[in-house]
């Protein structure tokens, strides 16, 4: 039996069987957590001696092609399971302060899905891509790529602002199946 034609029959035995219920894979069945880090060197001068508005964009594998291979059909959303995000002064050595340094703060994962201030303040924080959100990633896993993800994060810092910053992340990806 394909991996497809097992995932299908789970499926459908959830969701004859449960009214609607869904089934999340994680970790568990080989779904990598994403874990570790990226450093950028800023260039200081530009902000002055005010605020300073960071922004920054980068496409995330979320899964693997044989993660997820014959599975777009069962996905009804993707949960990422933020356990940490921070963004340090890496040569403090320090994170920036939330409640005094970082003014404003938004981490865009998805179409119209946003972690704010406040829930970046709060890990960890569980955000859901459905509809719209989950599009690209079903696409993906139809053309038989991996699927990716562009995280978007915007932050207003107060001085001093860091020469070099360094974001560490900790999300595992959830695949939520059942019916869509």
């Known amino acids: 039996m ?7 029959g789970l499926v459908l035995a959830v969701a004859t069987g449960c009214g609607g219920a869904e089934v999340k894979l994680g970790q568990n069945i080989g ?3 994403l ?11 530009a902000c002055g001696t005010g605020d300073c508005r960071i922004s920054f964009a980068r496409d995330v ?20 399971e933020f356990k ?23 981490v865009n994962v998805g179409e ?3 972690l704010s201030k406040a829930q970046l303040m709060a890990m960890p924080q569980t955000v859901r891509l459905i509809g719209p959100a989950l599009e690209p990633i079903r ?24 020469r070099h910053l360094l974001v560490r992340y900790w999300v ?6 059942g019916p869509q």
């Open 31 to 33: 779904l990598s957590p």
């Open 172 to 177: 595992q990806p959830v695949l939520v199946i």
């Open 139 to 162: 696409a993906d896993i139809l053309a038989h790529n991996p699927a990716k993800l562009t995280v978007k994060a915007e932050l207003v810092v107060s001085q001093p602002i860091p």
């Open 61 to 80: 594998e979320i899964s693997t092609r044989h993660e997820t291979d014959g599975l777009a059909d069962y996905i009804k959303a993707i949960d990422l």
């Open 84 to 106: 940490g995000l921070s963004f340090e002064d890496d040569d403090l050595e320090q994170p920036l302060s939330f409640e005094t340094q970082v003014r404003e703060a938004t």
């Open 112 to 114: 119209g899905v946003d």
């Open 2 to 8: 394909t991996r497809a034609a097992w995932w299908g």
């Open 35 to 45: 874990k570790g880090y990226t450093r950028s060197t800023l260039d200081t001068s």
